[in-house]
């Protein structure tokens, strides 16, 4: 239970931006959903800040982590780039370390324990990022976090593909992505594909945008292919795709540890102040000795 718990935080749909002190191209998103139960929605939020807060202070791990706008509700998303296998490892020691410092051990424990009793279900995946498959995509860490930091929306479409019919489906893809890149007017599409944890073969494809009205007015695939090409992509479809489904959420700055290079972009929005001043003894023992002098102060004369 702990250690699944810890999956649950330690990763964190999506394709995100990578530290710009790691590689540009990082091989693999860390992919960790969770369905909470209604009734613990507000129990989960408040775990999920303790949690992020903790790994900001203490030097611990990075994600990004979305909540369900249209799609299954009370569902979120915790996702992590990582450079190979081997970095994942890493990743939890830094991330309990970063727990074990700001609650100790018993205290770690229990918060991941409340954690694992607010959810109906959870899922962990590792996704290979497919930049071959990708629209447009920023071709540096420097880019991406750009495109990440100013983005708020984010929609994926989990494809699957039938048994057999993988290299069909990515070179659909390719067509897609040579048509698509000669479009003014399209934008970023990010593809990434279940290596891990997944049942079948998926393919995520995933675009960001600032609000919702960006996913307005954008060219459709017949604009973008053309009618011949079109029909093409129609019937490719049809003899490659088991089903797909979309969902699309907002990022939860809140519930993130974002990599500096994201939270600069805007730092207003991903490193979010607290709305109430913290009371200390101090200033409480202040407010009660200005409340005790103002209660035996004698009563101003009247005019």
Known sequence: MLRKAL?????????????????AQMEYLDVYTVKVKPEKSAEFNALARKVADANRKFNGDHWLATENVYGEGDTFSFVSYREDYASIDKATDVFMGALQKAFGKEGSEKLLHDWENCLISSQSELRRRRLDLSRKAPSDAAGMAKLIGESRMVRTTAVHVRPGRIAEFEATLKELKEAGEKNPYTQPLLVSQGVEGTK??????????SSLG???????AKEVLGEEGYKNYQHM????????????????PE???APD?????????WRPKQTVAAVTPKTKAAAVKAAEVKATAPDKPQR
């Not at 649950?8 to 590689?23: D, E, H």
Request: net charge negative.
């Open 7 to 23: 999956w649950a935080l330690v990763t964190a749909v999506v394709c995100l931006a990578a530290p710009a002190v790691m590689r």
């Open 255 to 257: 519930l993130s540890n």
């Open 261 to 269: 290079e994201i939270a600069q972009v805007a730092a207003d929005f």
């Open 237 to 252: 479809s049809a003899e490659t795709v088991e089903s797909a489904e979309s969902t699309l959420r907002h990022f939860s």
């Open 214 to 220: 960006g996913f307005d007015k954008n060219p459709t």
């Open 200 to 209: 079948g073969t998926i393919f995520y494809i995933t675009s960001v945008r």
